[in-house]
């Protein structure tokens, strides 16, 4: 087949050096389109494996994906015969994938399988095809694609990923177990494995979601020795402290944060990390030192929402804990100055509603005495 041969010459004009193409006399312009579209994608490859899974993408990403699709569409569209189409069009599914533009995802890849089924890059093509039907709610269909990979003899180079891809498939539809036992064979069988950090993240929120804490919290204390980014790391250690505080260890918690306290620069992670500390301090019953962390947290980060949220959780401890309403009201109000459409802000107006009503009920039953 015609399109057959041009892949296999194509894999080999690949080992040549980018100069040597080139200086060709022909062919110049497209490879030349194409390779800085391959260029931009794997930029956002590496800022999109540099974030915790299921975090929304930065600007920088999406500005990289854009050009990726855009340069990449131009082959198509200029040079649809050339050697470097079918290439194209699978990058262009796969940008319109982490684009979210799923329906034109699959239009795309699905276009390649149909022109392109003895390209090499097949494989890669049902990957995304997978990845998109998830995305669309097909995980049947999916798993068509991903049962062969995962299962391939000799070891294909996408078998762990696609049985990443089986493992969400099964949580997605709340098969736990299964989800379960799919991280878990990626974990074991592929220790070369470049999502190995990755699938440890994915395997304790699959925990979380089964209700296994205990287990939940291995999964996260081992992100951080797996290779892979700091803010995974750092987004592991988070959830872990969350855990350990969902099942009753507010020491475990605090020592866990303690320590990202000392280690964090960032200063919206630092956020995170002195408003979850301050709920630990609370759940182990040390307010005052719960209300001098929220306190040094709101005078760090004035104006912010995180500052807003300090003094509502500061607003809740003169509530509950010390049954002392005015400093509730003005620690209320604090929250409403610093950041005024914060969620914070919206729940500190229902308390201070809270207790006007409250003292207008006390002030009926004092009446009626």
């Known amino acids: 087949m015609e399109g057959a041969a041009r892949a296999v010459s194509k894999r080999r004009l690949i080992t040549l050096t980018l100069a040597v193409i080139l200086s060709l006399p022909t062919g110049c312009v497209y490879y030349n389109t194409f390779y800085h579209a391959r260029s931009a994608a794997r930029e956002a490859e590496l800022l999109r494996k540099a974030r915790p899974p299921e975090t929304p993408p930065s600007s920088a990403e999406l500005d990289l994906l854009e050009r990726a699709a855009e340069k990449s569409g131009r082959v198509i569209q200029i040079h649809p015969d050339s050697a470097w189409a079918d290439d194209a069009l699978l990058l262009l599914g796969t940008t319109h994938y982490h684009q979210e533009r799923y329906e034109s995802a699959e239009r795309r890849l699905t276009e390649f399988l149909t022109h392109y089924p003895e390209s090499d890059l097949l494989p ?179 104006r912010s929402d995180a500052a807003a949220e300090a003094f509502y959780r500061i607003g809740l401890i003169h509530r509950d804990h010390y049954e002392q309403l005015d400093a509730a009201v003005e620690s209320f109000q604090s929250a409403k100055e610093e950041a005024s459409r914060s969620d914070a802000a919206a729940l500190a107006n229902e308390g201070i509603r809270d207790i006007e009503k409250l003292r207008g009920f006390l002030a009926t039953i004092e009446e009626s005495e």
Do not use: C, W
Not at 193 to 215: Q, T
Not at 222 to 250: K, W, Y
């Open 124 to 302: 890669d093509a049902q990957y995304m095809l997978a990845s998109v039907l998830l995305k669309r709610g097909n995980p049947v269909l999916a798993e068509t694609y991903l049962v062969p990979l995962a299962e391939a003899q000799p070891r294909h180079r996408l078998s762990d990923d696609a049985l990443v891809l089986i493992g969400m498939a099964y949580h997605d539809r709340k098969q736990y177990d299964e989800a379960a036992e799919s991280y878990e064979q990626v974990l074991e069988q592929f220790n070369g494995s470049d999502r190995r950090a990755e699938v440890r993240f994915l395997s304790a929120e699959n925990y979380e979601a089964m209700g296994d804490l205990d287990s939940a919290a291995v999964q996260y204390s081992l992100v951080p020795r797996e290779r892979g980014s700091r803010t995974i790391a750092f987004e592991s250690r988070m959830r872990l402290a969350q855990v350990d505080l969902d099942r009753g260890r507010a020491d475990e918690s605090l020592e866990v944060l303690n320590e990202l306290e000392r280690r964090t620069d960032d200063r919206d992670e630092l956020d995170r990390v002195q408003l979850l500390k301050g709920r630990a301090l609370e759940v182990e019953g040390d307010v005052a030192e719960a209300i001098t962390t929220y306190e040094g947290l709101a005078a760090s980060h004035k």
